[in-house]
């Protein structure tokens, strides 16, 4: 989007973001009656953060985000969701041609180890995950599934840990492989989540070769990179090959772009640049509360996409 059509729609929007209660249904009007943002990249927002401009009901927050421009959206909680709900969703998706993005695809251990212990009942409910978040994906047209392996095992060598993640990760890539689905491994930082096996993205790396399957990727969640190690672009191409999924917040704070220390322009523009088709996830909280939090998400990332 050009600069100085960004400006008349901030200036358009800016004059009503205070307001509520009759002056709310006219924004929302008023929303739906301007353009869509046509975005550069395929930004996933998620259910509940335009709750107060488009509702409560998950259908109508996706039409909401289908009419702002977004072609993309994730929900990390659609296997926990009713299966009514899922094929709802999956067909709100299908009608607004966005693609589905991530959801967790198994139980996460974030205070014992599972998958880096080596025991095999522990790989055996991860596998039983994984079978079941294929018939999730199915119904909501996914390819993407997050995988966080989770805690440290104190009691064993970090190589013989790598090696049982390695082994439970090649057997989950032997189911997904056959149905085209990627799990995506999210290294989380030390600060937010302590004591996590996986954090850093070489480490990532380092797995993804290992495991050796197009079933078998990264989730890049720029937030906990920068936390964790910083050098964010030149780290985002020295992984480019095994990356299949991006996620953003800003830091401090986690919010949207524009709220912290992150250049996410400059990060857009290098994502771009490289030819990524897939799908980059909101995953952030809003800075502010109510429509006018809302509508600065919506603000935020009109201005950071503006790098053509």
Not at 113 to 131: H, V
Request: with cysteine.
């Amino acid at each position: 989007m050009k600069r100085r059509s960004f400006i008349q729609k901030g200036a358009l929007s800016g004059s009503f973001l205070a307001l509520g209660g009759p002056e709310l249904f006219a924004m929302q009007h008023r929303l739906a009656a301007m353009p869509k943002h046509h975005f550069n990249l395929n930004y996933a927002p998620h259910l509940g953060m335009f709750k107060n401009l488009a509702g409560d009901d998950p259908i109508a927050q996706i039409n909401f985000m289908a009419d702002q421009g977004f072609t993309a959206f994730e929900d990390n909680e659609m296997r926990n969701r009713p299966v009514d709900m899922q094929n709802k969703i999956g067909a709100a998706l299908q009608k607004h041609s966005m693609q589905m993005g991530v959801f967790v695809a198994h139980k996460i251990y974030w205070t014992a180890p599972n998958l880096t212990s080596g025991k095999q009942d522990l790989r055996a409910e991860f596998l039983a995950d994984i079978e079941a978040s294929i018939e999730v994906a199915k119904r909501v047209n996914a390819k993407w599934m997050t995988v966080v392996p989770g805690y440290v095992d104190m009691t064993q060598d970090i190589n013989y840990q790598t090696a049982h993640v390695v082994e439970s990760l090649r057997q989950a890539s032997a189911l997904l492989e056959p149905h085209g689905l990627t799990m995506v491994l999210e290294p989380l930082n030390f600060f937010n989540h302590p004591g996590l096996f996986l954090k850093e993205s070489p480490q990532a790396y380092q797995i993804c070769k290992a495991v050796d399957s197009p079933a078998c990727k990264i989730l890049f969640d720029v937030y906990h990179q920068q936390i964790q190690e910083g050098n964010l672009i030149p780290n985002i191409d020295a992984c480019w090959e095994e990356i299949g999924y991006f996620q953003m917040g800003d830091n401090p704070g986690r919010k949207e772009p524009t709220t912290g220390e992150i250049n996410y322009k400059n990060i857009f523009k290098h994502i771009h640049k490289k030819g990524f088709k897939g799908v980059l996830g909101m995953e952030h909280g809003n800075s502010m509360p109510g429509p006018k939090g809302e509508q600065a998400v919506i603000d935020a990332y009109v201005s950071c996409d503006d790098f053509l």
